[in-house]
């Protein structure tokens, strides 16, 4: 499915944050390894349900012993148990990584993205999951308040508060910035999808 996992590591204390197992955890667990040599995965966030994007989710946490956490409407949907389920609103902390949590209602129900400020030293970060890509929301399987939901989510809870520069990392393909995108928000309304 092509999808794209990311890892964070707090540069002081040099914990990791991994968002979304999707695959091969092999090529994860290698990842892990060389982003600290303790190798010291605190976290797996999986940013929603869906199985391409937690193929390797038991065989990473088995290997590393790292909590999970995901959003509190796809918690039970997961093959390992929910260490933490989570709330728009909610903020997670590994080091002195803060993760501030967004739930965008539409792809699945429990569907969240994940914001890293840059503070300062950099544009803010925006783990989306597959609720935002370049050139559009994630899919909703042809249902309208489903698309709507979500289009609504994305434009009150990261167009409306992320400045232009904020790197969009979307589960799938390249990544984006929130002011490419912002010119095109209705014509998504539009084109329904």
Same mark, same amino acid.
């Given at each position: 499915?092509?999808?794209?996992?990311?890892?964070?590591?707090?540069?002081?204390?040099?914990?990791?944050?991994?968002?979304?197992?999707?695959?091969?955890?092999?090529?994860?667990?290698?990842?892990?390894?060389?982003?600290?040599?303790?190798?010291?995965?605190?976290?797996?966030?999986? =940013?929603?349900?869906?199985?391409?994007?937690?193929?390797? @989710?038991?065989?990473?946490?088995?290997?590393?012993?790292?909590?999970?956490? =995901?959003?509190?409407?796809?918690?039970?949907?997961?093959?390992?148990?929910?260490?933490?389920?989570?709330?728009?609103?909610?903020?997670?902390?590994?080091?002195?990584?803060?993760?501030?949590?967004?739930? @965008?209602? *539409?792809?699945?129900?429990?569907?969240?993205?994940?914001?890293?400020?840059? *503070?300062?030293?950099?544009?803010?970060?925006?783990?989306?999951?597959?609720?935002?890509?370049? *050139?559009?929301?994630?899919?909703?399987?042809?249902?309208?308040?489903?698309?709507?939901?979500? @289009?609504?989510?994305?434009?009150?809870?990261?167009?409306?508060? @992320?400045?232009?520069?904020?790197?969009?990392?979307?589960?799938?393909?390249?990544?984006?910035?929130?002011?490419?995108?912002?010119?095109?928000?209705?014509?998504?309304?539009?084109?329904?999808?």
């Amino acid at each position: 499915m092509d999808n794209v996992a990311y890892l964070v590591t707090c540069r002081r204390t040099r914990e990791q944050v991994l968002v979304d197992a999707a695959a091969e955890p092999a090529v994860l667990l290698e990842l892990v390894r060389a982003g600290s040599p303790d190798g010291r995965l605190g976290l797996v966030v999986t =940013t929603h349900r869906h199985h391409d994007h937690v193929g390797a @989710l038991a065989e990473v946490v088995d290997a590393t012993g790292a909590a999970t956490a =995901t959003g509190e409407d796809d918690a039970d949907h997961l093959p390992v148990p929910v260490g933490r389920r989570l709330r728009h609103g909610d903020v997670l902390s590994v080091g002195d990584v803060r993760l501030e949590v967004v739930h @965008l209602r *539409g792809h699945t129900p429990g569907s969240v993205a994940l914001v890293l400020r840059g *503070g300062g030293q950099g544009p803010d970060h925006v783990f989306t999951g597959d609720s935002l890509f370049p *050139g559009g929301v994630g899919n909703t399987r042809g249902d309208a308040a489903a698309f709507t939901s979500l @289009l609504d989510d994305v434009t009150a809870r990261l167009f409306a508060v @992320l400045d232009d520069s904020t790197v969009v990392h979307p589960g799938h393909g390249a990544p984006t910035t929130i002011g490419a995108e912002r010119p095109h928000l209705r014509e998504w309304r539009e084109r329904g999808w």
